[in-house]
């Protein structure tokens, strides 16, 4: 039985984007949001608008109190783009060693 995760991964690119015209449509400056989060440079900013990094989840909360929307309207997913991963494999070769010890300890207890 094999079973697959997937997950969608989030857009930095696109959810930088996102974020500058949110924040500019609402009439922000990056000096102003630097200010209401008490950040000690701006660069942050600049690096969550280019999309090079994500705001924190604090950040996040409190950007999205100041703009009245929830958090994750703020966020874009990567569109079709999904990491899979296996550990049907991984999972079944863990639990036979694990069956194996045990049968084994087992059988040094009976022998």
């Known amino acids: 039985m094999t079973r697959k995760h997937t997950y969608p991964n989030i ?4 959810t930088g984007n996102k974020l500058k015209q949110m924040l500019e ?3 922000y400056t990056p000096r102003m949001i630097q200010d209401y989060l008490h950040l000690s440079c701006v660069q942050p900013i600049y690096r969550w608008y280019k999309g090079i990094i ?3 989840v604090d950040h996040l909360f409190m950007l ?3 703009l009245g929307v ?3 309207e703020m966020l874009v997913k990567k569109s079709a783009e999904f990491f899979t991963y296996d ?5 079944l070769h863990a639990t036979q060693r694990r069956i194996i010890a045990y049968y084994k300890t087992i059988y040094q207890l009976v022998a």
């Open 11 to 14: 857009d930095l690119q696109r």
């Open 25 to 27: 449509s609402a009439g």
């Open 54 to 56: 994500l705001p924190s």
């Open 64 to 66: 999205s109190e100041l």
């Open 70 to 72: 929830h958090m994750e």
């Open 87 to 91: 550990i049907a494999q991984e999972d």
